[in-house]
């Protein structure tokens, strides 16, 4: 008798540690959802009268219903079950809100780094060694830069021998023959050194002596629509290559207008080729050469306002928001989802990537890991298209990302994808909107009808203002031009893009 009036309290003691262990799971999981804000009221509703109850029945059950051993333990096993099932989705509702948090942050100022660059075999180890040296820098490009490395400089008694040169090409012809012993670059110029077949190892037979970083306002700003959910919207999303860093300027690797009709749920996504050849617009506080001709590519450099305004200028269209992309953390993503699936059209084969050495891609479906969707993201040259098929395989690769982070698999490696993506994005669109969206998503459940287009041209080669030279360049197809802005203008109508001819 005393032995079953010991263990009933116990079972007692028992019954309440994990009654109230159960109840701050339970709080801690509706606390982040509610802050989270994504969940329709009907359904927040639902939940939380859903989870209380079960609560409130195991707490019957393990304080005061169950008596026996057996019965005990299967109610504190369940009990354990829902309240790890909570901290875990609560956890996971708190990556979400970081993630959104870390999107939607979009950083007031931009870094550009400036680097004092001299040849591998050069005895300049040290800024020291610079003093009494010979340095070239651009006379209209990257002044800024260039003016301040030169004072940080002279200012700890480094006094050099200034040569400008008209044209990045000059500069390095000059470098490279011996004219100046060192060079002036920014380091989101360094990819299009690189990619002149002349220097493309420029990384491998120099080295940086010398760097310093400043920052630049950043004047991307939203123009935002009245209500995200029933009002039509463009977006640009904007694939930068920079190496410095997610808030470091670099060339825009990726351009593409996302129209977005939640009425109609059309998205259409019109590309624009990274060497369309466009006239260059821009604010007054970004600092690039206002009318002058060049790669779209190029605009990346002063930031994403520059290609925002450069697109609008093209298209003749308004672009609400902008939605950038760190392309070269494109690896983390894809091996977070553990690969994503590409269909090659044969004759599309890759047996080797330029910027992905020995990786290869063949006919038919590939699973891909990270290195080999950058591989093949980035990969031009081995196509006769060119960028063109750059461009539809960058499509495959964002909706090879977007088929996997919207399957169940997702809830396996959550974290660790909420992890891979924290410094991927950023985007123009607030909180309350990307929350709004995601509401509408779960209590409308729209079927979306995803549409393409990419603008076209020729080859040609051309003075492009960045590089101050000549380069290979895409002429942009006028009439290409014309329907694009077409397509989109009908999907923001609530037409199709696809009854554009």
């Not at 109230?20 to 989270?36: D, G, Q, S």
């Not at 299009?192 to 493309?200: F, G, L, N, S, V």
């Not at 470091?248 to 129209?259: L, P, Q």
């Not at 964002?398 to 919207?406: C, E, P, Q, R, S």
Request: net charge neutral; glycine share 8%.
């Amino acid at each position: 008798m005393k032995k079953n009036k010991k263990q009933n309290k116990v079972g007692k003691v028992f019954g309440v540690i994990f009654s109230i262990v159960m109840i701050a799971a339970t709080m801690y999981l509706l606390f982040n959802i509610i802050k989270l804000n994504v969940l329709p009221t009907k359904l927040l509703f639902l939940m939380t009268i859903v989870f209380v109850l079960l609560d409130l029945i195991f707490i019957l059950l393990l304080c005061f219903a169950t008596k026996g051993v057996v019965s005990k333990i299967i109610c504190i096993i369940f009990a354990l079950a829902i309240s790890l099932g909570s901290c875990l989705g609560g956890y996971y509702m708190s990556k979400t809100g970081g993630l959104l948090s870390s999107m939607t942050n979009v950083a007031k100022h931009s870094k550009n780094t400036i680097s004092v660059v001299v040849k591998e075999s050069s005895d300049m180890k040290k800024k020291t060694d610079l003093a009494g040296r010979s340095v070239g820098t651009l006379a209209n490009i990257n002044t800024t830069g260039s003016k301040k490395i030169l004072k940080e400089l002279t200012n700890s008694g480094i006094s050099m021998e200034q040569k400008e040169f008209g044209s990045m090409t000059e500069m390095l012809e000059s470098f490279y023959n011996g004219e100046v012993d060192s060079i002036v670059i920014s380091e989101s110029s360094r990819t299009q050194i690189t990619d002149m077949e002349a220097y493309a190892n420029f990384d491998n037979n120099t080295r940086v002596v010398y760097q310093t970083s400043y920052k630049v306002q950043n004047t991307d700003k939203a123009k935002a629509v009245s209500n995200i959910t029933n009002t039509p919207f463009n977006v640009l999303i904007s694939g930068s290559d920079t190496r410095g860093g997610f808030d470091e300027n670099g060339r825009s690797d990726v351009i593409m207008v996302a129209t977005v009709n939640p009425k109609t749920g059309t998205i259409l996504l019109t590309s624009i080729p990274r060497d369309f050849y466009v006239t260059i617009a821009c604010d007054a506080g970004d600092g690039c050469q206002q009318g002058a001709l060049d790669k779209i590519t190029h605009t990346g450099i002063h930031g994403t306002n520059t290609t925002k305004r450069t697109v609008e200028q093209l298209l003749g269209i308004e672009i609400n928001y902008t939605f950038k992309v760190g392309f070269d953390t494109v690896t983390d993503i894809v091996d977070a989802v553990d690969g994503i699936d590409v269909n090659v059209e044969p004759g599309y084969e890759c047996n080797n990537f330029l910027h992905a050495p020995g990786l290869s891609v063949h006919a038919g479906v590939n699973h891909l890991n990270g290195e080999q969707a950058l591989g093949y993201a980035r990969e031009r040259y081995a196509y006769s298209e060119g960028d063109r098929q750059r461009t539809k395989n960058q499509q495959q690769v964002l909706m090879g990302i977007v088929d996997k982070v919207t399957s169940p698999a997702i809830v396996t490696n959550y974290a660790q994808i909420m992890d891979s993506m924290a410094n991927t994005f950023s985007t123009t669109m607030s909180n309350d909107e990307i929350s709004s969206l995601i509401k509408y998503q779960l209590n409308k459940n729209p079927k979306w009808k995803m549409e393409q287009y990419m603008v076209n041209g020729t080859g040609d080669t051309l003075m492009c203002a960045e590089l101050g030279n000549a380069a290979y360049v895409m002429v942009p197809d006028q009439s290409t031009v014309t329907t694009a802005k077409n397509k989109i203008n009908a999907v923001l109508a609530g037409k199709s893009a696809d009854d554009v001819e």
